[in-house]
């Protein structure tokens, strides 16, 4: 097995390895920010690449916190008041939230709790030339909905909700739910951008009623999808098999949990009895399968998972390292897409 060039270090050496093996494989799945930089670069691998990810074009509307802002606003879909530093409302809220425009696994994401903060804020996530964006909080419980499309036509969406922590305040165990509202939403941003594959929206909502903050435009985490196999479903959309007809979704009332992210969000926030308590079964986040680590069925997981607890037992502090090790090998920024797009002009 040929290991590939860290994507987030050299991404044209990424893409030439990619190309290299592609005819070796049926398929591709890219699961996390490589699709951004696939679909920039897909003319510089070769022959046809087995893989499905939306135009450059369509990225370029979701990938920037600040372009999928005014995307909702165009489409008319619900999402907390946003603002640019320049162009305050009249009433700025008590607290909310800044955002650098691009960024990861909840990086470039601060709380202001005062305006006076908040334009401290700005002027430190700004500092390197990013564009930053604020935006009031989200009012009710997070949520996601995973969605698979081929060329603009949804057929197959999951939604679930937050029941556990994991590093910057991620989903690390959830419990899947009936969102059609969320579900519509999906299919509204896909048809308009003619969607290719997997896309992701975060949300926070009321009695089903979502507003979104945030796209990954990928498939994203695929193992409380209980009724829909999003990985199986994307090989078909690949290979160019047959695809349900009318849209199928998720079963709702299924639980999952990460063992691995519970205990590094519990060691960055709570610390050694955290840890602990976050990985008993007893009515908390862990009830339900586990989607990483199931060691029943791969006891080498085990492995991973011991070393990684017992770090963070030691050293609690150490999640957020361990954490920011894995994002630095995968993180795209509009910086290599730019070196990638100079590459194909």
Known sequence: MMAL????TDPLAYLHALGEIASDYHVILPTHEQAWLIAAGLELLGTRVPIAVADLAAFDQVQSKIAFARLLDDLGLPQPVWWLPDSP????????????EFGTAGRGVRRAHSPEQGRVLVRELGR???AVMCQAPAPGEYGQVQAL???GRMFAAHTCVQTGNGIGGSAA???SVDHPLARDAARTIGTALNWHGGLTLDYFHQDGYPHFIECNPRTVEPGNAAGVNLPALTIALTLGADLPVDCVTGIPGVRTHSSLALALGA???SYRWGIVAALSSQGGPVVG???LTPIREDPLSAIPMAVTVSKTLVRPRSAETIAATAVDQY???PALIDRVREATS
């Open 5 to 8: 060039p860290a994507p987030a």
């Open 89 to 100: 409302p009249t009433v700025v809220p008590p607290t909310f939230w800044v955002k650098t």
């Open 128 to 130: 390197d030339g990013s």
């Open 149 to 151: 499309f081929d060329h």
């Open 173 to 175: 165990s959830r419990e």
């Open 267 to 269: 060691a960055a926030t």
């Open 289 to 291: 399968s586990e989607v």
């Open 331 to 333: 993180a795209i920024t």
